[in-house]
């Protein structure tokens, strides 16, 4: 166990539909990272927060949002939900804001979009 | 060109074999190398982490970069059924927190 918990663990939904993925992080680290795993692309990174701030964007799309809130959880908002979004999302967390630090994965939202 | 190559497998292996999982990767810039091990439905987990050119061992696993070549290795000793899972590179440039990484390798471990 890493320690990084998310919820729900199964999302499915309809194509043109709204959802929220939830993340905490492991209890003292201060940065979340969104990761999109999927067999065509493999696990892309989405977006990083450091301690409520964004701090890097990667191949996330403008339909995806996402925040990191005072209490340190994150959420993953994926609007107007299209079939190719069906994938499993990861989120990770580390204690500093960049790579020198190992990202504890938590064990991931698989989304259908149907 | 894809910035990390890695073969997808699947790798069949008899119990006892010695494992060697690779990538190689275009960005000269990037400085940390890391290996994921991830298991069927699972988060993916850090199984090694080396930084520039060299060896690192722990336990039946050995990890090695060449950065002359863009070059990584993971070696697995003494390959146990429990090692089946699909193991991606991953890797980063100093400074930045963003991880690349390879598409993974399946690995089976047959008894």
């Known amino acids: 166990d890493s320690g990084v918990t998310q919820t729900p663990k199964h999302l499915i939904t309809a194509t043109g539909q709204r959802v929220t993925l939830r993340c905490s992080p492991r209890?003292?680290?201060?940065?979340v990272y969104w990761y999109q795993q999927s067999l065509d692309q493999g696990l892309q990174f989405l977006i990083q927060y450091y301690n409520g701030e964004e701090r890097a964007k990667g191949n996330i799309l403008e339909r995806f949002s996402a925040q990191q809130f005072p209490d340190l959880h994150s959420e993953l908002n994926l609007s107007s939900l299209e079939l190719g979004d069906s994938a499993l999302y990861f989120c990770?967390?580390?204690?500093?804001?960049?790579?020198?630090?190992?990202?504890?994965f938590g064990p991931g939202t698989r989304l259908t979009v149907l | 060109q894809k910035e990390v190559e890695q073969d997808p497998g699947p790798l069949s292996v008899p119990e006892g074999a010695i494992v060697s999982l690779n990538c190689t990767y275009s960005?000269?810039?990037?400085?940390?190398f890391m290996w994921y091990r991830q298991y069927s439905r699972k988060g993916p987990e850090l199984l090694m982490y080396t930084y520039s050119s060299g060896n690192k061992e722990d336990g039946r696993f050995t990890a090695q970069v060449d950065k002359s070549s863009k070059y990584i290795s993971l070696f697995i000793r003494d390959s146990q059924p429990s090692d089946s899972a699909t193991y991606l590179c991953a890797m980063a440039r100093r400074g930045y927190s963003t991880l690349t990484f390879g598409k993974g390798t399946m690995l089976l471990v047959s008894p």
């Open positions: 990770a967390s580390s204690a500093a804001a960049d790579s020198t630090d190992t990202q504890y």
């Open positions: 960005n000269s810039a990037f400085q940390y």
């Open positions: 209890s003292g680290d201060l940065s």
